[in-house]
């Protein structure tokens, strides 16, 4: 093949490849909004001296992935704030705390979650069954590790597959044409 010819075959690799990566750099790809997150507390979250409006740290469980892409890695950062809490009471009724979850930390960007969690302490049935007024219930515990439910409220953009095929299309093109100069 002659110089001439490779340069062509070159320059037509390198446009065509360019065109491909633009095509993918400009198609929006998102998680969508509902998507399930399972979050874990950092530490035991407990009710014993918390209040309402009490920010909480949890984690993301599981890599949530979607079209083969992690969008959220495991371990990113999950805020939830306390919305509601009882203590343990007299009787053996126990202590309850609700979580609801705000954000999730994905590269530096904060998106929003929706999702609520209710942690019921265990109640003393032996004092509920005497009808004692002086054995107590027991603490709300929500223990590292415990599994729950949480969800995006919006779509998150999914950033690594268009930047890396942008990446690699621009590195292509460039290559093609300095190909081109020898």
Request: aromatic fraction near 4%; glycine fraction near 10%; include cysteine.
């Amino acid at each position: 093949m002659g110089v001439s010819m490779k340069r062509m075959v070159a320059c037509a690799l390198g446009a065509s490849l360019s065109i491909a990566t633009m095509a993918l750099a400009q198609a929006p790809v998102a998680l969508p909004a509902d998507t399930v997150i399972q979050v874990v507390p950092v530490e035991d979250i407990t009710s014993i001296h918390m209040k309402e409006g009490d920010q909480e740290r949890l984690q993301v469980a599981a890599d949530v992935v979607h079209d083969g892409v992690v969008v959220i890695p495991r371990g990113s950062p999950v805020a939830a704030t306390v919305t509601w809490r009882t203590g343990k009471g007299i009787g053996g009724k126990s202590a309850k705390f609700d979580l609801t979850f705000n954000t999730v930390s994905v590269n530096g960007h904060q998106y929003a979650l929706k999702g609520k969690h209710r942690q019921e302490g265990k109640g003393n049935t032996v004092a509920a069954l005497l009808g004692s007024m002086v054995i107590s219930g027991h603490s709300a515990v929500m223990e590292s590790g415990q599994m729950v439910n949480a969800f995006t409220a919006e779509p998150i953009p999914v950033v690594s597959t268009t930047a890396a095929a942008y990446d690699a299309g621009k590195a292509a093109g460039q290559a093609a044409l300095a190909s081109t100069r020898n």
